[in-house]
């Protein structure tokens, strides 16, 4: 079942964190924080949403990059009772998609929940002082590619962060696979 998060709430201050990450380091926001920006995913190795894109999702991320902008990717999937994001799958799709990105493992789930994340994937696009400008999708595509030459909302979105500190003032959400949560 697809999920849908809220709309941008300007502003908002993005949660610390220390998490381990697929290259065996441990990262927190201020690790992986740009100079222009800071951009929060939250995907998974086994979402047809997450997966349609992953290509995109990389090109992005290294152009955003480029821009100054550090880009983290988190995984908090039940890996129990989704097996396919587990830490060790984690590694895997790392290594096959050759990630420009550190790719975080929330076991706990306690990240995903201070964050108020949704679905995968789900982006949260900081400003250079940690206050949220963006939390749209990546480009009209849903569980199957869209077209190549689609406008790069998330893409475009960020770089005006990284050039302005101000996100776009309509954002379309992003859509994908409900974050599956641990029975509490």
């Excluded at 097996?83 to 290594?95: G, T, Y």
Aim: hydrophobic share 40%; aromatic share 10%; with cysteine.
């Amino acid at each position: 079942m697809a999920a849908i998060p809220p709309v941008c709430d300007f502003g908002w201050r993005a949660p610390a964190f220390s998490l381990g990450a697929t290259d065996g380091k441990t990262y927190t926001f201020d690790d992986v924080a740009g100079e222009n920006g800071t951009l929060v995913m939250f995907i998974c190795n086994h979402c047809p949403y997450v997966l349609s894109v992953i290509d995109r999702i990389v090109r992005d991320a290294r152009a955003l990059q480029d821009l100054g902008v550090g880009v983290v990717a988190i995984c908090a999937n039940d890996a129990v009772a989704y097996p396919d994001d587990s830490f060790d799958n984690m590694v895997v799709m790392a290594a096959q998609w050759a990630l420009p990105f550190p790719y975080l493992h929330d076991a706990d789930q306690s990240v995903a929940r201070a964050y108020g994340a949704v679905c995968t994937p789900d982006f949260f696009g900081f400003d250079a002082q940690g206050g949220l400008q963006y939390r749209g999708r990546l480009d009209a595509s849903r569980k199957v590619a869209g077209p190549d030459d689609l406008k790069r909302d998330l893409f475009d979105a960020m770089r005006d962060v990284a050039q302005t500190g101000q996100g776009p003032r309509d954002q379309i959400p992003s859509m994908g696979c409900s974050i599956k949560w641990k029975d509490s």
